[in-house]
């Protein structure tokens, strides 16, 4: 069965750069949720999309942008990168319709963001 | 201000034994609790939940126990394998709200 794809798996990027992150979902989810996670750190909660609007907002700064597509595909958008920025970069996608619970939300691979 | 914690960052238990993972939570507003297994180089996966209308929810060998007055949920693995090592997750959240809160993770090994 088709998963979470994340890509790039890998991206090094250097200080004030900018960085682009995509997330396909599993076809027919239609809602996707980014996650950071920095070294030794838990996953925090960055922010949700449904139906391409956004739908709830945790720690994202305000250097990082998202959206998501007609297609349903997401893109986190970081700007003028900070070395604290280098973490491993989770998307998640889960259908609405089928209620809330750990086993309707299923994760990417993540992308491991590397800035120098 | 960390609203959910696992305060072990490692666990070493012997193939075979029972291990528990321990989380602890601060907010009240939570009503439903995950486990996530996290093998290196890959996403989460959801192992078992548990709402908090219910105390202890079972899923063979894996069983979450959840603690309301304490704040507290507990998962037990049993008998444990070694494929059960990896870093263990604990997720707390508002029902509905979509958005899952993260403990630290624990690193569990297995040792043959």
């Known amino acids: 069965a088709a998963g979470v794809i994340q890509s790039p798996r890998h991206l090094i990027k250097e200080k004030r750069e900018t960085a682009t992150l995509k997330c396909y979902p599993i076809?027919?989810?239609?809602?996707v949720y980014w996650y950071q996670q920095g070294p030794g750190q838990d996953p925090q909660f960055l922010i949700s999309?449904?139906?391409?609007?956004?739908?709830d907002k945790g720690s994202i700064p305000d250097r990082f942008s998202a959206q998501q597509f007609s297609d349903y595909h997401s893109e986190l958008n970081m700007s003028s990168l900070e070395l604290g920025d280098s973490a491993l970069y989770f998307c998640a996608s889960s259908l609405r319709d089928r209620g809330f619970s750990g086993n309707t939300i299923y994760f990417g691979e993540g992308s491991w963001l590397t800035v120098v | 201000d960390q609203q959910v914690k696992q305060n072990s960052p490692s666990l070493s238990v012997q193939e075979g034994r029972i291990s528990i993972l321990n989380c602890d939570y601060t907010n009240s507003m939570f009503d439903y609790f995950l486990w996530y297994k996290k093998y290196p180089a890959e996403g989460p996966t959801f192992l078992i939940s548990i709402s908090s209308i219910k105390d202890k929810n079972e899923d063979g060998r894996f069983t979450v126990f959840l603690n309301k007055s304490a704040k507290h949920l507990s998962l037990h693995i049993v008998p444990s394998q070694p494929g059960d090592s990896a870093v263990y997750f604990c997720?707390?959240?508002?029902?509905?709200?979509?958005?899952?809160?993260f403990g630290q993770g624990t690193r569990l090994t297995i040792n043959p």
């Open positions: 997720a707390a959240a508002v029902w509905g709200a979509q958005k899952l809160v």
């Open positions: 999309f449904y139906e391409k609007m956004q739908s």
């Open positions: 076809p027919r989810h239609d809602t």
